[in-house]
């Protein structure tokens, strides 16, 4: 059984950066991307940020780029979201996913095509 917990979440204020983290436990195939999604309470999750297996692709919303960073380490089986110059409009709950081709050279943006997903984390931007 494959576990994704997030961490890292908080209240911070607008302009402001931080750093979620995703740790995988349990029988992991590192061979998969990973994603960072959000979402905000009556809205459907959005993608935010993606990763392929090796790092060598990311991708990111529009919204976020030049903001924000995606990063792994696959022999520590984590994934990173840096996130700098925090808007308001950034606050929801934020999610880890696993999942996608494995060895793909390209990432997946639709939730649909993440398989593994951990519970979540909130992150407030306050003004």
């Known amino acids: 059984q494959v576990q994704l917990v997030e961490s890292g979440g908080g209240l911070v204020q607008a302009g402001d950066s931080l750093r979620l983290s995703c740790a995988a436990s349990g029988r992991f195939f590192n061979g998969q991307s990973m994603g960072w999604f959000r979402q905000v309470p009556g809205k459907e999750r959005e993608f935010v940020a993606a990763i392929n297996w090796s790092g060598g692709t990311t991708d990111y919303a529009d919204s976020v780029k030049g903001r924000f960073t995606i990063s792994r380490d696959n022999a520590k089986k984590m994934w990173w979201l840096h996130m700098n110059q925090l808007r308001l409009e950034d606050t929801a709950v934020y999610y880890c996913?696993?999942?996608?081709?494995?060895?793909?050279?390209?990432?997946?943006?639709?939730?649909?095509?993440?398989?593994?997903w951990g519970q979540g984390t909130q992150v407030t931007v306050s003004s």
């Open positions: 996913a696993a999942g996608g081709v494995p060895y793909s050279l390209t990432v997946a943006t639709e939730p649909r095509k993440y398989d593994k």
